[in-house]
């Protein structure tokens, strides 16, 4: 980065970085694409990263997503750091990616932007790289109602807390792992497909009861149609916090915004 500052953008190697990090950031957003359906794997559009971070908003702390894709939230956490006069390194990284091609994009995203992280290569559900980490923050756009994800090989998992996710749908996997990676005061943010709200089937609901009675639902946002390549179908924001009785913010105990 150091020599392409002084060949093509002056001596300014952060000029330089921000001005690569911005072109590499295009040619992924174009091949997620031109790659349909497959694209929203590694790509979520920029519209919905702002929303996530600038609401959940990292300031400082380890940010994990175990489900990192290209690494784009990272990126926007850097990013919203910056945009109020902090440092990046006020964050520290943790990720894991289950395609290799991916991780790999992910990796290099995060070099290019000066950024560095702890991107481990497995699957979230069922080789947990982060068994015993704790995040701050956990950022996650993750693969919707996957199905026949290998529940039975991850029975009577720690982080089933609120209940045994059933195999036709792993949505409520997803979010007992992302409860179960928080700190004491960690919060969460998001995406799921809006059929998350309402399921009832294979004991989703009573998982869901068991969530909103131990009061960790802090926020739900509706987004409309057509914002992924992946799916045409609404998907909606959650936001969980595990200690809504913050010392920096109004007591919210019991309460659920939903906008």
Same mark, same amino acid.
Request: a negative charge; hydrophobic letters at 40%.
């Given at each position: 980065?150091?020599?392409? +500052? ?19 950031? $295009?040619?992924?957003?174009?091949? +997620? ?9 590694? $790509?979520? *559009? ?26 784009? !939230? #990272? ?5 919203? %750091? ?5 440092? +990046?390194?006020?964050?520290? %990284? ?6 290799? +091609?991916? @991780? ?5 995203? &995060? ?18 790289? /982060? ?7 956990? =950022?996650?756009? *993750?693969? #919707?109602? !996957? ?12 982080? @089933?807390? $609120? ?8 949505? $409520?996997? @997803? ?6 990676? &928080? ?8 995406? =799921?497909?809006?059929?998350? =709200? ?12 068991? %969530? ?16 992924? /390549?992946?799916?045409? %179908?609404?998907?909606? &924001? @959650?936001? =969980? ?19």
């Amino acid at each position: 980065v150091d020599t392409i +500052a002084k060949i093509g953008f002056g001596d300014d190697p952060e000029r330089a970085r921000d001005i690569l990090g911005r072109t590499y950031e $295009y040619f992924i957003r174009e091949f +997620a694409r031109s790659e349909g359906h497959r694209g929203g794997e590694f $790509y979520t *559009p920029a519209s919905v990263t702002r929303l996530l971070v600038e609401m959940l908003e990292p300031f400082e702390g380890r940010v994990f997503d175990p489900a990192c894709g290209s690494g784009g !939230l #990272f990126i926007q956490s850097a990013e919203f %750091i910056k945009a109020h006069g902090g440092r +990046a390194r006020q964050i520290s %990284i943790l990720g894991q990616e289950n395609n290799q +091609a991916t @991780w790999r994009i992910c990796k290099m995203n &995060l070099a290019i932007h000066g950024l560095g992280g702890d991107i481990k290569l497995g699957d979230s559900l069922l080789d947990d790289k /982060f068994a015993g980490a704790r995040a701050d923050f956990v =950022l996650a756009n *993750p693969p #919707f109602n !996957l199905k026949k994800w290998g529940a039975a090989s991850v029975a009577k998992d720690a982080r @089933w807390t $609120y209940g045994e996710p059933p195999d036709g749908n792993a949505n $409520y996997a @997803w979010i007992q792992s992302f409860i179960h990676h &928080l700190t004491p005061d960690g919060r969460a943010g998001f995406v =799921l497909a809006n059929g998350s =709200l309402t399921s009832n089937t294979n004991g989703e609901g009573e998982i869901r009861k068991k %969530i909103v009675e131990a009061d960790l639902v802090d926020c739900i946002v509706a987004l409309p149609g057509q914002l992924f /390549f992946t799916t045409a %179908i609404p998907v909606c &924001l @959650w936001f =969980l916090d595990r200690n809504k009785a913050s010392a920096n913010e109004r007591d919210r105990r019991g309460e659920v915004l939903f906008i």
